[in-house]
């Protein structure tokens, strides 16, 4: 086998260098409408999420999908809809893009146009006039975004929501928006419209439960007995608990504790809990509806997905509800009346004339019996995801993406609360994680995809029975195949059949809440270390440990223990050391949440040893999206540099102790290597001025967490905040959440000695250097600003993507040239596809920064210049699509799709499948 012959020869020299880098890098987005029909019903589109490509299947009579194309799109793609028969839209969540496909009547089809949106894009529905206006989610952030995300500033919403004239594109880069709606709320994820295409409805993803933190200092010291922390207040062996902050919900009238007891003078701002928004699409332009009519609150906690039912109007609202207001994990004397196995609530919410109506999916289960009884689990669905609604408006259909299920449910029956939980309404499926659904009425079928294997399933709606199960072709390592199923499925992971692990960290991620998961019949346990600088409190870990943020599962590699405490760890007594020894054991430290599985989840007993490993396995492949404010040229703002600076430079301490010195960084001279040195954490803890030792966390996710302000603690100098009005979320950045901002807690800097007001009177802040004054003021700007753009693991230029055409060809010539700087500076892979020749197939093309020039799919075609490349193209007036890829992934993803050798366009050539490795020319 000539493994890229002779054309690739020396050109591709680097190529074991790339070898090195996985050709696969794990993002784990979670898909939002993953599945769309034709108006035809002739074709079936079907993204193919880990390929970046949308699949093509023609539709048959005899229960056939016949695929007919393969074509590729942006990096992760998530959502598709049709707006014709011939025009494709799809969503590419980490290339901030959306890329426009046409398809022609033999169901081929070529991306003709990329669109720039803003950050991590989610969803996409057509309304308006004729239906020709087309509305995409995303985060108010990126860097394709014409305005300032203003981070710092209170009162922004987080949430937009793109509007395009599909009619008229514009001739820019990325296309010109007609309007971009910013919404009260922070990220948001779904869309839907009515029938008529006069409304659009946009779900806010995370959008919180009227939820926050209480700052220990306003907390009196002493336990429930002096008003302070709601007992118990010392574990079972009689240990005094450290002081904590109070979780609080707003009940309407009063933020309250698990006791009933109000703390509003310690909370100095409101959470309005605009859950779903209300958009007038035909409006000139697009608006949101005046006052209340504009949005619904109440909906629950973290929304997936909505859907319309056309015959009275009324929107349902899959999500799940979350529990964070009630404390600990069960064990002992207080099992059943803990977060044990009833952390979330998986629901359906009806949104009509009288607001927002809550539908337990879960109402069977009696969570004072633990273990439920298998009966209990079998009629249980878990984490809803997509849904759709028969024609007639009578029956929705449910993805139950933790049970691998689809539910089955009489509109009536759930709207009025009459519905029975029974399996016996479930439809089961050969392939787990179902997230989209696609209802084929004139052949009585249902298209499902099933993101654990990357299929499709082919149901019948007479029978309810599974006729055909799709496989698409999927690059991902066995390894993440394997280990998927134990992030989500909570048949496996819990007795009652509702809860896993991915209910808090969504799709690998945070939920954005904190939670207090202490344990009173725990035991104090020694923490190993490593630290840095003096302890100035007792650092073993005391099982009530208070309320934390929920932290991402991404990026865990090379980052030593785990959880907000170092909690979890792999560490002894004896020495530690990087990489992988003691407590730098990352495999060992995340196997140390096994116990979760009985204490939170309420299993019957922990996951085997190999159920862990492939658990461990997979999570660590999980990766951080590059961080989307900071410039795609990766340089940095004067200000952003000056925070640098002095974040690596400027002291502290009067013995010149910097923030690097805590907040570890070290960049990595193998570009190549997927997880490259430290990003602010290298697994060491230290004294962080609180009642409790912390580890030294990473700063990549710091931008996600944008969005609390106002803060009714005071230290030293500085006043509490005045009352600050609505925020969009209840917590911030720190391990419970009750720091609103990065400085706006500022004493920490300033000069001076003190001593925390009735807080640990024996730990002193002596003098860190930074004045109280307008330069000091600037000097926390810049740090600020630094921290918003903190290295992460990936460039920013990857995902980045644009499409030449000859109406863009001086504004996409300047981007192309950006994405070949930072290909040639090893930020990334660069690859290329387009059209060519008579017959219209896809060819690939891997720049290799050595030679500068594009090698292509073909070995009897010598490689190409980009300016060659970019004068075929614009010479026959076809499109060419420049994609900016995880570095190691470039020969995958542009040339040899299933890296058997054989590059994909000899392989088409040939008559061989460039996605089957078994088969070759």
């Not at 087309?134 to 203003?150: K, S, Y």
């Not at 630290?531 to 007792?538: A, S």
């Not at 911030?732 to 706006?744: A, E, Q």
């Not at 050595?850 to 490689?863: L, M, N, R």
Request: some cysteine; charged content about 15%; aromatic content about 8%.
């Amino acid at each position: 086998m000539a493994l890229f012959g002779a054309a690739l020869g020396a050109t591709v020299s680097s190529s074991a260098e790339v070898s090195a880098a996985s050709s696969y890098t794990l993002f784990e987005s979670g898909q939002v409408r993953p599945l769309a029909m034709t108006p035809s019903g002739n074709l079936l589109l079907a993204l193919n999420t880990p390929d970046n490509r949308l699949e093509i299947f023609r539709l048959t009579y005899s229960g056939v999908l016949e695929h007919t194309d393969s074509v590729p799109v942006g990096l992760e793609p998530v959502a598709v809809a049709a707006r014709s028969n011939s025009e494709i839209w799809v969503v590419n969540h980490l290339s901030d893009s959306v890329s426009v496909v046409h398809v022609s009547g033999s169901g081929k089809g070529q991306l003709v146009r990329t669109l720039h949106v803003g950050d991590e894009p989610r969803d996409i529905v057509f309304a308006g006039p004729q239906r020709s206006r087309a509305f995409i989610t995303a985060a108010h952030r990126g860097q394709n975004a014409p305005f300032d995300p203003e981070l710092t500033t209170p009162g922004v919403g987080r949430a937009d929501v793109w509007v395009f004239d599909a009619k008229n594109l514009g001739t820019a880069m990325g296309g010109t928006p007609i309007q971009i709606l910013n919404l009260f709320g922070d990220t948001p994820r779904a869309l839907a419209v009515t029938p008529d295409g006069s409304r659009v409805y946009a779900a806010v993803f995370n959008s919180g439960n009227k939820t926050t933190i209480v700052d220990e200092t306003l907390v009196p010291d002493g336990g429930e007995d002096v008003g302070g922390v709601p007992g118990p207040n010392t574990n079972f062996e009689g240990i005094p608990a450290p002081e904590v902050g109070v979780l609080v919900k707003h009940d309407g009238t009063a933020w309250r504790d698990v006791l009933g007891r109000p703390w509003d003078d310690a909370v100095n701002f409101s959470l309005p809990d605009k859950d779903v928004f209300v958009i007038d699409a035909h409006a000139n332009p697009p608006a949101q509806l005046a006052g209340s009519a504009g949005f619904y609150s109440g909906v629950g906690t973290t929304l997936f997905n909505m859907a319309v039912n056309p015959a009275n109007g009324k929107v349902y609202v899959s999500n799940t509800e979350a529990r964070n207001d009630l404390r600990f994990e069960g064990f002992g004397d207080f099992a059943g009346e803990t977060l044990q196995g009833h952390l979330h609530e998986s629901r359906i919410t009806v949104l009509g004339p009288g607001g927002a109506v809550p539908r337990h999916l879960n109402k069977h289960i009696d969570y004072s019996l633990l273990p439920a009884p298998p009966t209990v689990n079998a009629r249980s669905l878990a984490q809803p995801l997509g849904m759709a609604v028969s024609s007639s408006g009578s029956t929705l259909y449910v993805a139950a993406f933790g049970s691998s299920k689809i539910g089955v449910f009489n509109t009536a029956a759930l709207e009025n609360n009459t519905f029975v939980p029974s399996a016996a309404t479930h439809i089961s499926l050969s392939g787990g994680g179902p997230t989209g659904i696609v209802l084929d009425e004139g052949r009585a079928r249902m298209y499902v995809l099933t993101r654990f294997d990357n299929a499709i399933s082919v149901v019948s709606l007479s029978s309810y029975q599974e006729m055909a199960h799709v496989r698409m072709y999927n690059p991902e390592p066995e390894s993440v195949v394997r280990g998927r199923p134990l992030l989500y499925d909570a048949r496996l992971s819990s007795s009652n059949g509702e809860a896993a692990c991915g209910s808090c960290h969504v799709f690998g991620e945070m939920d954005h809440l904190a939670w207090d998961l202490g344990n009173p019949d725990g035991s104090m346990l020694d923490n190993p270390g490593p630290f840095k600088g003096p302890l100035f409190v007792n650092p073993d870990f005391h099982p009530m440990k208070g309320p934390m943020m929920t932290q991402s599962l991404r990026g865990m590699a090379n980052h030593g223990p785990m959880h907000w405490r170092a909690d979890r760890t792999g560490g002894s007594d004896e020495p530690s050391s990087q990489p992988d020894n003691g407590a730098f054991d990352e495999e060992a430290a995340f196997k140390a949440f096994n116990p979760a599985f009985v204490g939170l989840l309420g299993r019957t007993a922990e996951l085997s040893d190999e159920e862990m490993q492939a658990f461990t396995d997979f999570i660590l492949q999980i990766a951080y999206p590059p961080n989307p404010i900071r410039n795609l040229d990766n340089s940095l703002t004067p200000s952003q540099q000056a925070g640098k600076d002095f974040f690596e430079h400027g002291s502290l301490l009067p013995n010149g102790i910097t923030c690097r010195f805590c907040h570890a960084t070290e960049e990595n001279a193998n570009a190549n290597d997927p997880f490259p040195g430290f990003f602010g954490g290298d697994g060491s803890s230290s004294f962080g001025f609180a009642p409790q030792i912390m580890k030294n966390v990473h700063l990549r996710s710091l931008y996600q967490k944008i969005g609390m302000f106002g803060t009714a603690a005071s230290f030293g100098a500085e006043p509490p905040d005045p009352f600050m009005g609505d925020q969009i979320r209840g917590f911030g950045i720190n391990h419970d959440g009750s720091f609103p901002t990065l400085f706006l807690r500022s004493s920490i800097f300033d000069t001076g000695t003190q001593v925390l007001p009735g807080k640990l009177p024996e730990v002193v802040k002596v003098n860190p250097g930074i004045p109280v004054t307008p330069a000091g003021d600037q000097i926390k700007r810049n740090l600020e600003a630094y921290q918003l753009v903190f290295e992460s693991n990936l460039a920013p230029i990857v995902g980045q993507q644009v499409t030449l055409t000859g109406v863009n060809e001086a504004a996409a010539g300047a981007r192309i040239d950006l994405l070949l700087e930072r290909a040639n500076a090893l930020e990334c892979d660069l690859v290329a596809k387009g059209a060519s020749g008579s017959a219209g197939a896809d060819v690939g093309y891997l720049y290799i920064p050595e030679i500068e020039q594009f090698v292509v799919d073909q070995q009897s075609i010598p490689p190409l210049s980009d300016a060659l490349l970019r004068s075929i193209f614009l010479g026959s007036g076809k499109a060419l699509t420049y994609t900016c890829v995880p570095p190691g992934s470039g020969v995958r993803i542009g040339i040899d799709r299933d890296l058997d050798g054989y590059l994909d366009g000899d392989e088409l050539a040939a008559g061989s499948n460039p996605a089957n490795s078994l088969s070759t020319p």
